[in-house]
């Protein structure tokens, strides 16, 4: 018995928490759905055949998809999401030693169900990609920060902007990620080759700031990034960082582990900042600066715009693909999908020097007798004598001698 239940333990620690979570919920949809269809007291269909659970489980998908289980803020679901509601239920069924109501006599996911999910994945709109930020966002973001909570704000945006973070590497996002948040002894400054101390007063004047990024979604993928510091009078890496990690280790209570989005409110309490306040914060700096001169408006963007802005600035200014990967700790060129080819500043310098050359002059061919020039009529003789035509336009030749 003490086995058994040491096994079922090892199974429930093989699960997240959030992935747990995912699977009671959507199998609380699917009771909910059989109540509805009169097979309340039948939830793991053992009276109906393999066929018939597919319907079953086809007519769930569908009811997942009209979201009529979820709030009422949403209409439709995606095809992801109704496909991850029918796994989880699957997931449950083997978990209590049922046959996987997915599978057909094969083993493999039935036709009817294959059919029905790619057509929920053609009806789809595609995604709406984030439009990029230019750092006169960040600028504006800057120039707008008034109160303590604001400057923390506007730091911690320009900050993930030089290492092209993803939201959840440096803000409280809702829903579980398998990626945490920074923590102030994962960024290290350097002067002349030697690492600082964070209570150092020369942190701002470091030549490097350096970052560890220990939780990626590949655990394995655990990376330093190193940027240099500039000479902007407020977009510079190392003075943005260093106003982060100063600020945060005035606080009373931080240590090393406390995390790069922390801030104390007027209220004396500490308090992480959320990815929806620092949403808000980036979309009123577009609003600032208006559509008219960014192409763009508020809505068209997201914190994800961080990350493509930074690979847009690097692109731009021709910084090598190779260490823009490194730099944004992308193991292929799928930053690549972030870069939009409608950027004015793409076509800079380009027509000018198109007319760089006004003329040039092509070289004669060097002998007109040469069969392998284009139009001799020996090359046309000889290309009628092959290829797939040779058999309607072969040549014959001027002499034949038979036997």
Aim: aromatic share 8%.
């Amino acid at each position: 018995m003490a086995d058994i239940q040491a096994a079922g333990a090892a199974c429930d620690n093989a699960v997240t928490e959030g992935t747990n979570k995912e699977q009671i919920r959507s199998w609380k949809r699917w009771l909910e759905y059989l109540s509805t269809i009169g097979l309340g007291n039948d939830v793991f269909l053992d009276e109906l055949t393999r066929s018939q659970r597919h319907r079953i489980l086809g007519a769930f998908v569908q009811a997942v998809r009209q979201a009529r289980f979820s709030a009422e803020r949403f209409s439709v679901l995606k095809a992801q999401q109704c496909r991850a509601a029918m796994d989880n239920v699957a997931k449950t069924f083997r978990a209590h030693d049922q046959t996987d109501p997915r599978h057909d006599c094969d083993g493999g996911l039935a036709s009817i169900l294959q059919r029905q999910l790619k057509g929920l994945e053609n009806e789809d709109p595609g995604p709406q990609q984030q439009y990029a930020i230019t750092t006169g966002v960040l600028l504006q973001v800057l120039k707008g920060s008034i109160t303590h909570v604001d400057r923390a704000e506007a730091t911690l945006l320009c900050g993930a902007f030089f290492f092209a973070m993803r939201s959840c590497e440096y803000s409280k996002v809702s829903g579980y990620r398998r990626t945490k948040i920074i923590k102030i002894k994962n960024v290290r400054f350097f002067l002349k080759k030697k690492e600082l101390k964070h209570d150092d007063p020369r942190l701002p004047l470091a030549d490097s700031v350096t970052i560890h990024f220990e939780f990626q979604k590949n655990d394995e993928r655990n990376e330093n990034v190193t940027q240099q510091r500039n000479f902007h009078a407020s977009l510079c890496p190392v003075r943005l960082w260093a106003a982060i990690i100063q600020r945060i280790r005035s606080y009373k209570g931080t240590t090393d582990d406390t995390t790069v989005n922390t801030v104390l409110l007027p209220d004396g309490k500490l308090h992480e900042l959320k990815a929806t306040d620092l949403l808000i914060k980036l979309r009123a700096a577009v609003s600032a600066l208006g559509k008219d001169h960014l192409g763009f408006g508020p809505k068209d963007i997201g914190l994800h715009s961080l990350r493509s802005g930074a690979a847009m600035a690097m692109y731009l200014m021709a910084v090598p693909v190779f260490t823009i990967m490194l730099l944004g700790r992308w193991s292929s060129d799928a930053f690549l999908r972030y870069i939009r080819r409608q950027v004015q500043e793409f076509s800079k310098g380009v027509s000018e020097k198109m007319v760089e050359n006004d003329e040039f002059y092509t070289i004669p061919e060097i002998n007109k007798e040469d069969p392998r020039i284009s139009g001799h009529y020996l090359n046309h003789r000889m290309r009628n004598n092959c290829g797939p035509c040779a058999p309607t336009h072969a040549v014959m030749p001027r002499m034949a001698l038979f036997a």
